[in-house]
């Protein structure tokens, strides 16, 4: 027969043994996961580079606009001609978004994003109106800001194209698959262009490639 000590040693043992074994919880409250160099899972790391921007004014990648902007995607011209781009413009319409849809993709969600400051509208087709007085990423891109402020929030690991008086930024990113990122996405590349004319940001992208 077990002693009343024997009990309370094996007791806390396996209290001990369970509480090493605990996973953490990536859900909610303070345990919810930043994708940053220091996340991890299944061995791998969940690297993301500073340059990976994920939203645009009030519309994020990856993520239904339709509770703020409606069923865009179910208008009856889009429907109609299976349209994979749509078009926005801030409050004064002074810049200009393009939404890219993935085929095979959720509708009214995007992959990718493309800000102007020209229509870049076909003829014919709709403009869609933001409450947004500019489109500013996360990290606060924005078409008029200078290249030495786009390399101060997004870093120098990018490539460098210069065609005449066009300067252009582009930075690519080759996402890990065991990585959070890449099950939050399910996209194996994410790219950021920029294109500055006379040290202005003029046009820029950013997103997942389609594979």
Not at 40 to 58: L, M, R
Not at 100 to 122: A, Q, S
Not at 136 to 153: F, H, Q, R
Not at 173 to 191: A, E, H, I, N
Request: proline residues 4%; aromatic residues 16%.
């Amino acid at each position: 027969m077990i002693s009343n000590r024997l009990l309370i040693v094996l007791l806390v043992l396996c209290a001990l043994f369970a509480c090493s074994e605990k996973k953490p919880s990536f859900n909610s409250g303070k345990n919810v996961v930043k994708f940053d160099a220091t996340t991890s899972i299944g061995g791998a790391k969940g690297e993301v580079p500073a340059f990976v921007d994920t939203s645009i004014c009030n519309i994020a990648l990856d993520v239904s606009i339709e509770k703020e902007y409606g069923d865009i995607m179910g208008d009856s011209i889009n429907k109609k001609y299976g349209y994979e781009t749509f078009y926005f413009s801030n409050a004064d319409t002074s810049e200009y978004l393009k939404l890219e849809f993935h085929p095979g993709g959720t509708k009214n969600v995007f992959g990718r994003f493309v800000i102007t400051n020209f229509d870049p509208r076909p003829p014919g087709r709709k403009l869609y109106f933001s409450n947004c007085s500019t489109f500013a990423t996360e990290s606060d891109v924005k078409l008029g800001i200078s290249p030495d402020e786009l390399l101060k929030k997004k870093g120098t690991s990018y490539k460098k194209i210069i065609d005449k008086d066009i300067v252009i930024y582009s930075y690519f990113f080759s996402v890990d698959v065991r990585s959070l990122f890449y099950q939050r996405y399910r996209y194996p590349v994410y790219s950021a262009i920029y294109k500055f004319k006379y040290n202005r940001l003029i046009e820029f992208e950013f997103g997942f490639e389609y594979p």
